[in-house]
C-alpha cells in the first residue's frame, strides 16, 4: 500500500478530485496548507507598501491506495493538477506499513 500526498493549486482541487474518484480512489483527506518551493512567492501592495508574501496558500491531498494503483493515481494527480507554470506542486509517495479501518478492525487492502 502507498500513500499519496500531493500539494497543488487551490483551484485545482475539484479537477483532481474527479479525476481520483473516476479511477476508483474511494476517499482522501484535504488541508489547506501554506508554503514555498522554487515559487519563492511573490510580491503585493497594501496602502501604498510593497510586502512579499513568502508562503503561497496551496491543497494538500492525501489519498492511500494499492500498489498497483500507484501508477494511475499518481498520473492523473499530475494531468489534472498540471498547468505549466511554476508552482504546480508536488507529489511525495510512500509506503504504509499498515492500517485498520477502527470501525470494523479490517487491515491491509480491506481497509482502504
Not at 496602502?47 to 496551496?58: H, I, S, W
Request: glycine residues 12%.
Amino acid at each position: 500500500m502507498k500513500k499519496i500526498e500531493a500539494v497543488i493549486r487551490h483551484y485545482k482541487l475539484e479537477d483532481v478530485k474527479t479525476r481520483l474518484t473516476g479511477i476508483g480512489v474511494q476517499g482522501m483527506t484535504v488541508s489547506e496548507v501554506r508554503g514555498f518551493g522554487r515559487q519563492r512567492g511573490h510580491k503585493e501592495t497594501y496602502r501604498g507598501a510593497e510586502y512579499t508574501v513568502d508562503f503561497m496558500p496551496k491543497v494538500k491531498i492525501e489519498v492511500v491506495v494499492a500498489d498497483d494503483g500507484l501508477q494511475e493515481a499518481v498520473s492523473s494527480i499530475c494531468e489534472a493538477a498540471r498547468t505549466g507554470q511554476v508552482g504546480d506542486g508536488k507529489i511525495f509517495v510512500s509506503n504504509l506499513e499498515a492500517i485498520v479501518r477502527i470501525r470494523t478492525g479490517e487491515t491491509g487492502d480491506e481497509a482502504i
